[in-house]
């Protein structure tokens, strides 16, 4: 089995910065894509960065240029870095990942979520 872990998610004030973290482990063999959604309360879950093996990056229009998505794939591990943090980025943050994992002898494919962290920001 493949899982993912959040860490990272706090209070932080208007303007303010956080880092988020997604370490995968378990059987993996190789992760594809790495993603960052939200949920804000009473919304559906949206996607907020991704970025795929190769590194090509793929954001959100609420948070370009303050958000930035990046992995070690050494580390099976994504980060989101949150510059200039606003009210409206308050909600939980999933990780997400898809690849291909060990099984019994052979591969198959995965694709996991974490359990998530919440981001509060304070105005």
């Known amino acids: 089995q493949v899982q993912l872990v959040e860490s990272g998610g706090g209070l932080v004030q208007t303007g303010g910065s956080l880092t988020l973290s997604c370490a995968a482990s378990g059987s993996v063999f190789t992760i594809y894509d790495m993603r960052w959604y939200h949920q804000r309360p009473g919304k559906q879950r949206e996607m907020v960065a991704t970025?795929?093996?190769?590194?090509?990056?793929n954001y959100a229009d609420s948070v370009k240029g303050r958000f930035t998505i990046s992995r070690d794939n050494a580390k099976n591990t994504v980060y989101l870095q949150m510059n200039s943090l606003k009210p409206e980025d308050t909600a939980v943050y999933y990780c997400?990942?898809?690849?291909?994992?060990?099984?019994?002898?052979?591969?198959?494919?995965?694709?996991?979520w974490g359990q998530g962290t919440q981001v509060t920001v304070s105005s």
């Open positions: 997400n990942a898809d690849g291909d994992m060990y099984s019994s002898g052979s591969l198959r494919d995965f694709d996991v």
């Open positions: 970025i795929d093996i190769g590194g090509s990056t």
